[in-house]
């Protein structure tokens, strides 16, 4: 690699933590400042980097816009699949990981339990959406107005004593999941299974995907459920991470 794009890449990572003046940036540099000069010039044509009003340069639109598209073609489903394959190892539980396709949430990725009792479910699936964990982090995602219109669309089949009946009781726990950062599934779809899922974020901080933990009743009970939640939420933090998005909360707690 020549030594000019190796002190091009330098200067970028420096304006990456900071918008810094020409001289800030030579002073660090290890070069004359003609060089950091004609150096930041090149980048400036380019759009890679921009001065405001103060003449401190900062990153350029070209270089969000490059970042953007390298994003968007990483697959979620290949980012995801380290992570959640050594939260099924270490949990021995069924995971999930399903986004929406159209207007409808579909499993992309499965890991099967470890233990004798499977999950009907499959790749290619698609999720209720008033009852399925993942379903209902999509949906909490959404704009309100959004939200409104797809729960007054569904049909509310109860197929077991929990099962949400109601556009208003789907809403109601859209806006709890919303709060809390997670969604059950109370055995609301199959009477002998529970699940939790937490969101996967890209870097815009958008809710991309949802993964999730599902556990036979007679496994876990609901208490033990939630036993597995921080796993969970680490597992989908990470993958998150790897997609760009930086959590605010964390960085400044």
Request: hydrophobic share 45%; charged share 20%.
């Amino acid at each position: 690699m020549s030594q000019s794009l190796m002190r091009a890449i330098d200067l970028l990572a420096e304006l990456a933590a900071q918008p810094a003046t020409l001289d800030e940036l030579a002073s660090k540099a290890s070069v004359h400042k003609t060089t950091v000069m004609r150096l930041l010039h090149a980048m400036e044509e380019k759009r890679f980097v921009v001065r405001d009003e103060q003449q401190r340069f900062r990153l350029g639109s070209k270089f969000f816009e490059l970042s953007s598209l390298a994003l968007e073609q990483r697959d979620i489903r290949a980012v995801a699949r380290p992570h959640l394959a050594e939260l099924n190892a270490s949990t021995g539980h069924t995971i999930h990981l399903a986004a929406f396709e159209g207007n409808e949430v579909v499993y992309i990725d499965k890991f099967e339990s470890h233990h004798p009792v499977r999950m009907y479910s499959r790749i290619g699936l698609t999720a209720a959406l008033h009852s399925a964990a993942v379903a209902k982090v999509l949906l909490a995602d959404m704009p309100r107005s959004r939200q409104e219109r797809i729960a007054a669309g569904l049909d509310y089949v109860k197929v077991t004593d929990n099962t949400l009946t109601s556009p208003e009781a789907l809403l109601a726990e859209l806006e709890q999941v919303k709060l809390q950062g997670w969604a059950q599934d109370n055995a609301e779809h199959e009477a002998f299974v529970h699940c939790i899922a937490a969101p996967i974020r890209d870097a815009s901080g958008a809710v991309v995907a949802a993964a999730s933990c599902s556990v036979p009743v007679v496994m876990l009970n609901y208490e033990g459920l939630l036993g597995l939640l921080p796993g969970l939420k680490a597992s989908t933090d990470a993958i998150s991470h790897d997609l760009g998005w930086i959590n605010h909360e964390r960085t400044t707690s």
